[in-house]
């Protein structure tokens, strides 16, 4: 069975004397129980501040991405290593965000993703069609180039430490959540393209992730379609009370 998660991505957001706080708040609002993941990926400047806050909890961390290279002269990049160090878990590769703005393609995402698995990371895989590619009904054709070049070369090891976000980039930061019908139509793609590359097992044991524009009101009905494991949240992650909203939510009988 998979374990459902709940993934909160500050983005640019957040300085650190605030971040400890909103840790204290989440804790102070439920002890956080349940059978579920929480991970929260804060700026690079606050992972310290946060590793600190969560000691001793069920919250996770993450770092929002990643350098390509292992070491060396990369000024002003963060290696697998030093988010390893930092207390992460978890790493978010390939958020649209990273591809639309600072131009990463397919290969440099899935160089990306071999580092972090060598790194004993967990990857969050963030995969998705724009505006342009949604209206023209590409869709599938977007998802299916994304995952096969993203994970090209990877091995069954590697790819147990794979979670996958599916993130239709006309509902980031919109306003507009996709359908939780139209998500669960995706998300059963990508399963069978998994099965199709990795095997019924490994496409059954993948847990397969929804961002875009959640919050409280959408999250329960998008947890509840079969193959939405989990959800990658963005602006509602901002406020403790929010993110708890949707935790809440989503496991109302857990």
């Not at 500050?10 to 609002?29: A, D, Q, R």
């Not at 060396?72 to 988010?83: D, F, K, P």
């Not at 998300?187 to 490994?202: M, Q």
């Amino acid at each position: 069975m998979r374990r459902p998660i709940v993934v909160g991505n500050w983005k640019m957001n957040m300085l650190i004397s605030s971040s400890g706080h909103w840790v204290e708040e989440l804790l102070n609002t439920s002890d956080c129980a349940g059978t579920f993941d929480i991970v929260v990926a804060p700026p690079f400047t606050s992972l310290s501040v946060v590793r600190k806050s969560i000691e001793g909890s069920k919250i996770q961390l993450a770092g929002q991405n990643m350098a390509s290279e292992a070491e060396g002269a990369q000024t002003g990049e963060i290696s697998a290593i030093m988010l390893k160090d930092a207390g992460c878990d978890y790493v978010i590769l390939g958020h649209s965000e990273r591809r639309q703005y600072h131009n990463e393609s397919d290969e440099l995402i899935n160089k990306k993703i071999f580092l972090a698995c060598e790194n004993a990371l967990n990857v969050i895989f963030c995969i998705g069609e724009s505006v342009g590619e949604h209206n023209k009904d590409k869709t599938n054709d977007v998802i299916e180039r994304q995952l096969f070049d993203g994970l090209q070369g990877l091995k069954e090891d590697q790819l147990n430490s794979l979670l996958i976000a599916y993130e239709p980039i006309w509902a980031i930061g919109t306003g507009h959540t996709a359908n939780p019908n139209q998500v669960q139509d995706v998300h059963s793609f990508i399963r069978s393209l998994c099965e199709k590359s990795f095997g019924k097992d490994l496409a059954r044991a993948t847990r397969i992730l929804y961002g875009g524009s959640v919050d409280s009101q959408s999250s329960s009905a998008l947890m509840a379609q079969p193959d939405v494991d989990g959800l990658l949240v963005g602006g509602a992650s901002l406020r403790s009370k929010s993110f708890y909203d949707i935790i809440k939510s989503s496991f109302k009988g857990d």
